[in-house]
Structure formats: structure tokens, C-alpha cells
């Protein structure tokens, strides 16, 4: 698999689970993301010392590795060389949890098909263990967002990111744009990540979708969103997606 190939699974799994984003016309379909941020936990073989030597494969470069303690996140920004969207890879570290929930989620991880475990396509190509039942959800949610999001979802793009830059709009104008078309700008930390002082940011959760429990409930549930970010200061060569975390949660960065 190329990079380019890699992209677009990415771009299709991701449309697949949020349609009104392939719907959308607040600006041309051909405007290149600025990064995507994609959820997995620190399990094997879904941690991310597992899938980074595949996305070096694919040409990307670890430059910046940061750790939200507060958050129970480490994440790692990947940079693609080109005018590629970026890669944010968080990883949850499930000690973070407190027991019960910690177990139930390790509980549906080891109920994985050894077939969905492996290849280069373990990012999207959906979720690999069953569908919890909806009291283990809540339970997960209660515990932290992310938990519940990846028992749902399994490791993949969790939202993407675009530069206002790029797509030739303010943020603000954008912003009035996308409460227009019925979406609203929601908390931060629904976003998973903290950002950056030198970044305008907003994120947008996306559409509810149904979803079937595993003892057969249906409810509505958020599945992902998106993001605009604009630099706060002109004139600034990086790129947001370098800017996007604060300086104060990055880490040495290790070979």
C-alpha cells in the first residue's frame, strides 16, 4: 500500500461514518485537509509503537511526541513532507482507567478476530472486537469519551482538520457558515486534544448516527466531527498542524 492509497481508505471510512461531510459545500471537495486525527489505544497490536514504523512506511516522520496526563493521552504528530494532510495519532492508555471500565474494555478488545489484527489497514478498516451493549458504553463514557468513542468505533480517524488558509476563508466567516448549515461549534475537549494559544480552533461534532447496541438497542450516538483552525499571528512559516499542540505537553522526542 502507498500513502496516497492510505489517504484515501482514511478519507472513505471516515465519509462512510460521517456522510453529511461528504455532503458538504462550505468549500470545494478538493481543498487538502490540514491534518486527521486518528484514536487508537495502548493495546497491542493496536498501540501506537505498532503503527508507527507502518506509517513511516508510508513517508511520514515523527517530529513531535506529547503527553496529556490530564487527558490520559499521548499523541505523536507526523509530518507528511508535502502538502499531505498532517497525522495526529492518539493513543488512550487504558491505565488511566479506573478498573471496571478499564476491563470492559479490554474485555471487547480480546473478543477481536485474529484476521481484523493485522495488516497496514488496521486504521480503517473499522472496529475490530463486537458492538458493546449500551449499559458498557455508558459506562465507558461516564469514564472517558475517548474509551467510549473507540468501543464503538475501533482504532481510526477520530475528526479531521482543516486550515482556514488553505480553504481561502476567516474563521470566522466559516464558523457562521457551518452554524448555517445546522452545526455548532461544541466544547473543546470534544476535540480530544488541548490546542495551541498561537491557533484559532473550532470544532464541530458531526451528525448523530444510529447505532445498534449489542443487546439491541438503538441510540444515537456522536461518531466524530471536524475542525477549522486559523494562526493567531501572520506571517507565522510552520505549518498549524506543527502548531496545533501546546508547547508545554510535548515530550523529548525519542528515537
Request: glycine residues 8%; aromatic residues 8%.
Amino acid at each position: 500500500m502507498q500513502r496516497d492509497e492510505f489517504q484515501q481508505q482514511l478519507w472513505l471510512d471516515y465519509i462512510h461514518c460521517h456522510p453529511d461531510m461528504g455532503t458538504q459545500s462550505l468549500w470545494p471537495n478538493d481543498r487538502p485537509a490540514e491534518y486527521f486525527v486518528l484514536a487508537t489505544l495502548n493495546r497491542a497490536p493496536y498501540h501506537a509503537q505498532r503503527l508507527l514504523p507502518a506509517l513511516h512506511h508510508f513517508g511520514y516522520r515523527r517530529i513531535g511526541h506529547y503527553a496529556m496526563a490530564d487527558r490520559g493521552l499521548l499523541a505523536s504528530v507526523l509530518s507528511s513532507g508535502n502538502a499531505d494532510a498532517w497525522i495526529v495519532l492518539v493513543e488512550l492508555q487504558l491505565d488511566t482507567l479506573t478498573q471496571a471500565p478499564r476491563h470492559r474494555l479490554e474485555a471487547l478488545i480480546h473478543r477481536a478476530h485474529p484476521h481484523d489484527s493485522r495488516g497496514q489497514n488496521l486504521l480503517s478498516r473499522g472496529r475490530p472486537w463486537p458492538m458493546p451493549d449500551w449499559e458498557t458504553y455508558r459506562q465507558l463514557l461516564a469514564a472517558h469519551p475517548l474509551a467510549a468513542w473507540l468501543s464503538i468505533m475501533g482504532p481510526r480517524m477520530h475528526h479531521v482538520g482543516f486550515d482556514c488558509q488553505t480553504l481561502g476563508e476567516d474563521i470566522a466567516q466559516l464558523d457562521a457558515a457551518v452554524t448555517d448549515m445546522g452545526l455548532h461549534a461544541g466544547d473543546p475537549r470534544e476535540g480530544l486534544l488541548p490546542i495551541s494559544p498561537l491557533l484559532e480552533h473550532r470544532y464541530y461534532a458531526c451528525c448523530t448516527q444510529r447505532g445498534v447496541f449489542a443487546d439491541g438497542d438503538e441510540h444515537r450516538i456522536v461518531t466524530g466531527g471536524f475542525s477549522l483552525v486559523q494562526k493567531r499571528l501572520p506571517g507565522v512559516r510552520e505549518r498549524s498542524a506543527e502548531l496545533l499542540l501546546p508547547l508545554h505537553t510535548r515530550c523529548e522526542l525519542s528515537a
